[in-house]
C-alpha cells in the first residue's frame, strides 16, 4: 500500500513542481501569478514529504505498523488529501491567467473535482 501511495505523491509532486517552475518563469507581475507560486510551492512541499514519508515504511503493511508509525500516516494522509485539494485549486485557478471565459471553465471544472474528491475521500479521514 506504501508504495503506491509513494509513487502517486511523487508524480503528483513532479507536476506541481513542475507547475511551480512554469509559473516562475511567468515575467508577469500579477497577484494571482504570485497566490499561484505560493499555492504550488505549498502543494509541491507536501507531495515531497508524502513520499519521502511513506518511502520511509518500506514495505511494512498498515497491520505491522506501531502506534508512532500509525499516527505518521495518519498525518502523511492528511498531507496527501489537503496537497490533491490544494493542486485541484491551482488547476481551477490556471484558466484565469489566460482570459475570463477559459478561468470560469476552469474554475466549474475545479468545483466539480472538488465534490467528486469530497465524495471520494468521505470516510478516509478521521
Same mark, same amino acid.
Given at each position: 500500500?506504501?508504495?503506491?501511495?509513494?509513487? =502517486? #505523491?511523487?508524480?503528483?509532486?513532479?507536476?506541481?513542481?513542475?507547475?511551480? @517552475?512554469?509559473?516562475? @518563469?511567468? $515575467?508577469?507581475?500579477?497577484?494571482?501569478?504570485?497566490?499561484?507560486?505560493?499555492?504550488?510551492?505549498?502543494? @509541491?512541499?507536501?507531495?515531497?514529504?508524502?513520499?519521502?514519508?511513506?518511502?520511509?515504511?518500506?514495505?511494512?503493511?498498515?497491520?505491522? *505498523? #506501531?502506534? *508512532? $508509525?500509525?499516527?505518521?500516516?495518519?498525518?502523511?494522509? *492528511?498531507?496527501? =488529501?489537503?496537497?490533491?485539494?490544494?493542486? $485541484? =485549486? *491551482?488547476?481551477?485557478?490556471?484558466?484565469?491567467?489566460?482570459?475570463?471565459?477559459?478561468?470560469?471553465?476552469?474554475?466549474?471544472?475545479? =468545483?466539480?473535482?472538488?465534490?467528486? +474528491?469530497?465524495? +471520494?475521500?468521505?470516510?478516509?479521514?478521521?
Amino acid at each position: 500500500m506504501f508504495e503506491q501511495l509513494t509513487l =502517486v #505523491s511523487a508524480l503528483l509532486g513532479g507536476f506541481a513542481f513542475t507547475f511551480l @517552475a512554469t509559473m516562475l @518563469a511567468e $515575467n508577469d507581475d500579477k497577484k494571482l501569478i504570485s497566490l499561484m507560486i505560493i499555492i504550488s510551492a505549498l502543494t @509541491a512541499t507536501m507531495f515531497f514529504l508524502c513520499t519521502l514519508g511513506w518511502s520511509l515504511f518500506g514495505k511494512a503493511s498498515i497491520e505491522d *505498523l #506501531s502506534e *508512532l $508509525n500509525l499516527s505518521k500516516h495518519k498525518f502523511l494522509f *492528511l498531507l496527501f =488529501v489537503f496537497g490533491i485539494l490544494l493542486f $485541484n =485549486v *491551482l488547476l481551477a485557478m490556471s484558466g484565469w491567467t489566460r482570459s475570463k471565459k477559459v478561468g470560469i471553465i476552469t474554475t466549474s471544472i475545479g =468545483v466539480f473535482a472538488f465534490i467528486s +474528491l469530497m465524495f +471520494l475521500f468521505k470516510g478516509s479521514i478521521s
